[in-house]
């Protein structure tokens, strides 16, 4: 199986703040990347796909760059409602495997 | 819009056999070119794959789950399930439904799980 290995674990961030997540995979996934963001007792909700495309609906301070097995997540300008979890999840084989998640809390 | 509702038991006993629904609605499972995938996620832990199913009812697994899992579709009842058996403590999660849109190869829709407790 691909390991994702996401960076930091947590952190800690104030409004406004830029905000940089990192996601290492195991070999080369090419662009085959997504990131989600989860808030306790709500359904995940996808931010990213393929490394770089935002989805439809998510807020344009969010972007993601990367191929191969360096990706990073940035929150441009960091709201209140962007207080959450975020993993990363590979999608070039399966089974699909996830990052163990970046909370992100209020500094 | 496209939902998702995950239900089922709640409490299990080792060795039992899990049996999760989910409920979609918004849209038909059996049309488009859909996957309809199961992941879970133990508390404090990574989410976890655990396998998908076409709209042709082909279907994927993780191997880790080696021949204890099952999904099927329901399409007159627009439901896809899963089926664990022989669980153990290690199966406590919450488990969600989402769906996988190919192409970008992404969960684009996702339920907000239901949690299952296995315990004596």
């Known amino acids: 199986d691909i390991q994702m290995t996401q960076s930091p674990s947590s952190l800690y961030a104030s409004v406004g703040d830029r905000v940089t997540i990192t996601c290492r995979a195991s070999?080369?996934?090419?662009?085959?990347l997504n990131w989600y963001q989860q808030k306790p007792g709500r359904a995940p909700n996808l931010l990213i796909y393929t490394a770089s495309n935002l989805q439809s609906g998510v807020a344009s301070r969010f972007s993601g760059s990367g191929s191969g097995t360096y990706f990073t997540l940035s929150i441009s300008s960091l709201q209140p409602e962007d207080f959450a979890t975020y993993f990363c999840?590979?999608?070039?084989?399966?089974?699909?495997?996830f990052g163990q998640g970046t909370k992100v809390e209020i500094k | 819009q496209v939902q998702l509702r995950e239900s089922g038991p709640g409490l299990l006993k080792p060795s039992q056999t899990l049996s999760v629904t989910c409920s979609v609605s918004g849209g038909s499972i059996s049309s488009g070119s859909y996957y309809w995938t199961w992941i879970r996620q133990p508390a404090g832990k990574a989410l976890e794959w655990i396998g998908r199913?076409?709209?042709?009812?082909?279907?994927n697994y993780n191997p880790s789950f080696k021949s204890r899992v099952t999904i099927s579709l329901d399409a007159s009842k627009n439901q896809i399930s899963l089926e664990l058996t022989s669980v153990t403590a290690a199966d406590t999660a919450v488990y969600h439904c989402?769906?996988?849109?190919?192409?970008?190869?992404?969960?684009?829709?996702w339920g907000r799980g239901t949690q299952v407790i296995v315990s004596s």
């Open positions: 070999q080369s996934i090419s662009t085959y």
């Open positions: 989402a769906r996988d849109f190919p192409g970008p190869e992404s969960l684009d829709y």
């Open positions: 199913i076409y709209t042709n009812g082909r279907t």
């Open positions: 999840q590979q999608s070039y084989i399966t089974p699909r495997t």
